[in-house]
Nanobody, 114 residues
Framework: QVQLVESGGGLVQAGGSPRLSCTASENAFSAHKYGWHRQAPGQQREWVANIWSDGTTMYADSVKGRFTISRDNARKTVYLQMNSLKPEDTAVYYC????????WGQGTQVTVSL
């Protein structure tokens, strides 16, 4: 069972640019599609971005142009660079590994203050 460990969240001022990291425990990291999702208080979890094994990326409209997903296969790590943060970006951010059986990280809280 692959384990995903996220880091990089915290309290950030509006306009800030934190970077989230998600490190996977599996050796087949490079073969898998990964993504980031988020869940705001009282809201359903929503998809944020995906990155395929060939590096292709896709973003939700709400973050397009502000967030960048990337991966470092040697480090078995997926990143989410978040720029121009807004208060509405406040949420718990989850890393997801797509597969026959999806894997999720424990989540990392990002709180954006004015």
């Amino acid at each position: 069972q692959v384990q995903l460990v996220e880091s990089g969240g915290g309290l950030v001022q509006a306009g800030g640019s934190p970077r989230l990291s998600c490190t996977a425990s599996e050796n087949a990291f490079s073969a898998h599609k990964y993504g980031w999702h988020r869940q705001a208080p009282g809201q359903q979890r929503e998809w944020v971005a995906n990155i395929w094994s060939d590096g292709t990326t896709m973003y939700a409209d709400s973050v397009k142009g502000r967030f960048t997903i990337s991966r470092d296969n040697a480090r078995k790590t997926v990143y989410l660079q978040m720029n121009s943060l807004k208060p509405e970006d406040t949420a718990v951010y989850y890393c997801r590994r797509y597969g026959v059986s999806d894997a999720w990280g424990q989540g990392t809280q990002v709180t954006v203050s004015l």
